[in-house]
Nanobody, 125 residues
Framework: QLQASGGGLVQPGGSLRLSCEAS????????IGWFRQAPGKEREGVSC????????YYRESVKGRFTISRDNAEKTVYLQMNSLKPEDTAVYYC????????????????????WGRGTLVTVSS
């Protein structure tokens, strides 16, 4: 019901835009989170956005470089990633949490209701 795409190989300093497309669920009833997992590391939250798009959060290491947005009419959430660094290399996942309206945080991964397959982002020269 969620499908992440847009990953690939990019040089340090480059940009990628990830997309998370939803099917079979009403996206405007859900907050969306982006998570990532690098080889040998635990999954970590990257960013999240409320159902209407009015509230966003970012982990400290991506603030000012990543931007999350959503188009509920298109049932898609985006993660624009600029100034990419090698440490951003990971498989990126999107997930949906059934909360309509304001979100107070990105919440723990275990609280999300739906997960999409990941998309690999590799930042390397």
């Amino acid at each position: 019901q969620l499908q992440a795409s847009g990953g690939g190989l990019v040089q340090p300093g480059g940009s990628l835009r990830l997309s998370c497309e939803a099917s079979g669920l009403r996206l405007d009833n859900y907050g969306i989170g982006w998570f990532r997992q690098a080889p040998g590391k635990e999954r970590e939250g990257v960013s999240c956005i409320s159902s209407g798009g009015g509230t966003t959060y970012y982990r400290e290491s991506v603030k000012g470089r990543f931007t999350i947005s959503r188009d509920n009419a298109e049932k898609t959430v985006y993660l624009q990633m600029n100034s990419l660094k090698p440490e951003d290399t990971a498989v990126y996942y999107c997930a949906a949490i059934q909360i309509r309206g304001y979100i107070s945080s990105c919440y723990e991964a275990s609280e999300y209701d739906y997960w999409g397959r990941g998309t690999l982002v590799t930042v390397s020269s």
